[in-house]
């Protein structure tokens, strides 16, 4: 186990709709990313918050935003969800180091979202 | 534009066989590359990486990994498989010049080792 843990674990939400996904990273990590991994995809990078502030963001549109807690804490928001929001959604950690380009990331288990 | 490629959906070995899972990357300058495996729903466990130096790369439960520059490629392989090594395996890379710190995943590749 990475000590990484998501909740919830799945949701069902309607179009239009807003969701917030939950992220407990390891104790002492400062860096967390969400990931978007669509049925039989690889993950899609979504943002990296570091010591709460985003220093990091993929190619998604502003109604995904997130925080990051001091307390190793943190939320991925969805607004206006859509069809194609349906996916696993991933948070990982990592220590934040000098070099957070080289450091490994510890995966939760996802949050299975469904949009209907 | 960083990417990645895994070009094999699927793997099938006999268990006690070798095994690799390829892939293949495109960054602009030296990239971090890394392996991580996920099993049925479950997220994903980190494997092994390269960063810099030896380009033989050992990992957790007896992986290993290749970095070949000029193939630009960082195969993962192992001596002899195992059944418990079925799973989903995914390689990504990490661009050093990159501010966003984006790491970016092949679409995976599904190993089944057969008894």
């Known amino acids: 186990e990475t000590g990484v843990t998501q909740s919830p674990t799945h949701l069902i939400k309607t179009r239009g709709q807003q969701v917030t996904l939950r992220c407990s990273s390891q104790?002492?990590?400062?860096?967390v990313s969400w990931y978007q991994q669509a049925l039989g995809q690889g993950p899609q990078f979504i943002f990296q918050?570091?010591?709460?502030?985003?220093?990091g963001r993929g190619n998604f549109p502003p109604r995904f935003s997130g925080l990051q807690f001091p307390n190793y804490s943190s939320e991925l928001n969805v607004n206006a969800l859509e069809l194609d929001d349906s996916a696993l959604y991933l948070c990982?950690?990592?220590?934040?180091?000098?070099?957070?380009?080289?450091?490994?990331?510890?995966f939760g288990p996802g949050t299975r979202l469904t949009v209907l | 534009a960083q990417s990645v490629a895994q070009p094999e959906d699927q793997v099938n070995v006999a268990e006690g066989n070798p095994l690799t899972v390829k892939c293949t990357y495109s960054?602009?300058?030296?990239?971090?590359l890394f392996w991580y495996v996920q099993y049925p729903n479950r997220g994903l466990q980190f494997l092994l990486k390269?960063?810099?130096?030896d380009n033989l790369v050992k990992g957790s439960y007896g992986f290993e990994a290749e970095f070949n520059k000029s193939q630009t490629s960082f195969h993962l392989k192992k001596p002899s498989a195992l059944v418990s090594d079925s799973a989903l395996y995914f390689c990504?890379?990490?661009?050093?010049?990159?501010?966003?710190?984006?790491?970016?995943w092949g679409a995976g590749t599904k190993l089944i080792i057969k008894p």
């Open positions: 104790s002492g990590h400062n860096t």
């Open positions: 390269y960063i810099t130096g």
């Open positions: 918050y570091y010591r709460e502030e985003e220093n």
């Open positions: 990982a950690s990592s220590l934040g180091l000098a070099e957070i380009s080289t450091d490994t990331q510890y």
């Open positions: 990504a890379v990490r661009d050093p010049m990159d501010s966003n710190y984006q790491l970016i």
């Open positions: 960054v602009s300058g030296n990239p971090y």
